[in-house]
Nanobody, 120 residues
Framework: QVQLVESGGGLVQPGGSLRLSCAVS????????MRWYRQAPGKGRDLVAT????????NYADSVKGRFTISRDNAKNTVYLQMNSLKPEDTAVYYC?????????????WGQGTQVTVSS
């Protein structure tokens, strides 16, 4: 059974930091690229950051470049999102997603989300 469990969300003041974690089980973690998305109230779900299966390459949305860092620990089956210099507009539910490709088939798994609220 595949499970992705996010944690680390909460309430933080503008300028503060949070680190989100996503613990994965049920498949070979190192076979999947990992992604963080976020969804603000009344808006669609947007891609925030991506890390390749080996952790060697990352990509970020322009809105978070220089402030957020995605990383992974394949020994712990966990992906992280370090968020610094948080702004009120970063307020959203944050989701992790695993993306696996086997030949012509794509498998994607989502976590349940963790709320991040940036407010004074």
């Amino acid at each position: 059974q595949v499970q992705l469990v996010e944690s680390g969300g909460g309430l933080v003041q503008p300028g503060g930091s949070l680190r989100l974690s996503c613990a994965v089980s049920g498949f070979t973690f190192s076979s999947a690229a990992m992604r963080w998305y976020r969804q603000a109230p009344g808006k669609g779900r947007d891609l925030v950051a991506t890390v390749t299966n080996d952790g060697h390459s990352t990509n970020y949305a322009d809105s978070v470049k220089g402030r957020f860092t995605i990383s992974r620990d394949n020994a712990k089956n966990t992906v992280y999102l370090q968020m610094n210099s948080l702004k009120p507009e970063d307020t959203a539910v944050y989701y992790c997603k695993a993306h696996r490709v086997f030949g012509s088939k794509i498998y994607e798994y989502w976590g349940q989300g963790t709320q991040v609220t940036v407010s004074s």
